[in-house]
């Protein structure tokens, strides 16, 4: 373990965020890192539990305790607090691929099942993750590393974000031939264009690609396949596919008024930016503008709070948030005991930000819009909003948000994004090969299986499990790696 008194002796510290009015004047990263011999010191805060549940990734609730990865938390947390930087990188790299994006984007599942975070402040694990992969990259020790023996064996990875690059990654190491296609003009899928610059700058990406393609995996970009690139030609070229496109599908929002001018999908709004920043630094104006508009966002989610964010980076005069769902207590409730993920309110980068510019929360809690408000011209102008109350339903007896009576309010608006989930995945690339969908309108495969109707054909990320956490497209990525490599090889000695 490290310290055996360290939990103790040393209070929690993270990387410092800039301010947030002067980190809204640029689209960078704005956390400033521990220095080395203070993430050392971080790390003898771990106790190396006789049961560490931060490794678990087991379901308690419904809801993820610890990491879906495994990660050997602390067993690298001793190695950094010994500062054997490179042992404790090996440690990291062995279950997870990609931990230059875990430590910026996950919400650190593995800290919210921390045994020293039950009574006082978790062990800051995914501080020290990121230190040790930056360290890594610094030192040479995440060089590239190309298989000595290759199989002969060809797959091809349909999808290049998390869950489609963790499987290339495995399968690449193992000694296949690996081609990653990707419909986009950059490798990277949601990592790339649906998570901000802010929270995920994307020479992060470009560097891990860049490395794997010196190891020998193949990246072709503009290839949308099921349109531009027949699918019986891959069936034919490759001994193995794997369908990791997401659940890109996004989740509407049906009522009167929806066909005003000026309501976009959060994808698209987000997506929009981040291109025209790097391709322009914005100059190419080929972006959805939040620029001294009043904007609306429809939905809570991270994805919601991104919307916050950039919106207020493109200049908004004013940023309003709509939550269905009650405010979350900011304590864990009785009945949401540690190890469960805690259900408390969390007041993310975006929603600081607007509250440090605009003096208030964003966040309008228990709200929905009945209707969309336009002008003559068919343009946005404004919306109608409801307040929900928990109700139950008479027919099933189950506990509903339903309408609350004369709670009708009008809201001024001529920017509306809607940040309300997805629905599955997007059918034509299913269609392509044939693949059955379940009922929620993924991608269907027998349980513990990621093998689909379709022979040689298997699917995993988003695209089989539904929207998810990046760490669980990781995992779902390695996993069928294993699966595809057991299918070819007849055995398989890739970690899961």
């Known amino acids: 373990m490290g310290k055996p008194t360290g939990f103790m002796d040393y209070s929690r510290q993270t990387a410092e965020a800039a301010a947030p009015r002067e980190r809204i004047k640029n689209f960078n990263e704005f956390h400033i890192p521990l220095s080395k011999e203070e993430q050392q010191i971080q790390a003898a805060r771990c106790m190396a539990c006789g049961v560490p549940f931060c490794q678990s990734g087991m379901e308690l609730m419904g809801m993820t305790s610890g990491c879906p990865l495994h990660n050997l938390v602390p067993e690298w947390n001793d190695l950094v607090y010994t500062g054997n930087w490179e042992q404790a990188y090996n440690r990291l790299a062995k279950t997870n691929n990609f931990p230059e994006f875990t430590s910026r984007v996950c919400p650190a599942l593995c800290e919210a099942a921390c045994t020293c975070g039950h009574y006082g402040d978790a062990v800051s694990v995914k501080e020290n993750e990121h230190g040790i992969i930056e360290n890594a990259y610094e030192q040479g020790f995440a060089r590239p590393k190309p298989p000595k023996v290759r199989t002969g064996k060809k797959v091809a990875v349909i999808g290049s974000g998390p869950a489609g690059l963790a499987a290339a990654d495995q399968l690449n190491k193992r000694g296949h031939q690996v081609t990653v296609y990707e419909r986009e003009d950059r490798i990277g899928g949601l990592l790339m264009y649906g998570i901000p610059n802010m929270k995920l700058e994307k020479h992060v990406i470009d560097r891990k690609v860049n490395i794997m393609r010196e190891e020998g995996v193949e990246f072709i970009t503009g290839a949308n396949v099921g349109k531009d690139v027949k699918t019986a030609k891959l069936l034919k070229e490759y001994d193995r596919i794997i369908l990791a496109c997401g659940a890109k599908n996004p989740r509407d929002i049906k009522a009167p008024g929806r066909d ?207 929207q998810s956490l990046v760490v669980w497209a990781i995992r779902e990525g390695r996993e069928v790696a294993r699966a595809v490599d057991e299918s070819l090889m007849g055995y398989t000695n890739l970690g899961a």
Not at 349 to 363: N, S
Request: glycine letters at 10%; a neutral charge; one cysteine or more.
């Open 260 to 466: 005003a001018k000026g309501i976009y999908f959060a994808v698209d709004f987000l997506s929009a930016t981040t291109k025209s920043l790097l391709d322009s630094d914005l100059r190419d104006n080929k972006y959805i503008s939040a620029k001294g508009k009043k904007v609306v966002i429809i939905g809570g989610g991270d994805t919601g709070n991104d919307c916050v964010g950039t919106s207020i980076r493109h200049g908004a005069s004013s940023v309003t948030q709509l939550e269905m769902m009650p405010k979350a207590p900011d304590q864990r409730a009785d009945n949401n005991p540690w190890p469960q993920w805690p259900k408390v309110c969390k007041t993310d980068y975006g929603q600081e930000e607007a509250i440090a510019l605009f003096g208030h929360d964003p966040r309008m809690y228990q709200t929905t819009v009945k209707e969309f408000l336009k002008d003559k011209n068919g343009k946005l102008c404004g919306l109608i909003t409801v307040k929900l109350e928990n109700r139950q339903d008479e027919k099933t007896g189950r506990m509903v948000m339903a309408e609350a009576p004369g709670s009708e309010q009008k809201l001024e608006a001529d920017l509306v994004l809607i940040a309300a989930g997805f629905l599955g995945t997007e059918k034509y690339v299913a269609d392509a090969f044939g693949i059955a969908l379940n009922e929620r309108t993924n991608v269907k495969t027998e349980p513990e299986s990621y093998e689909t109707n379709v022979k040689h054909v298997f699917a995993a990320g988003d695209m089989r499990r539904g």
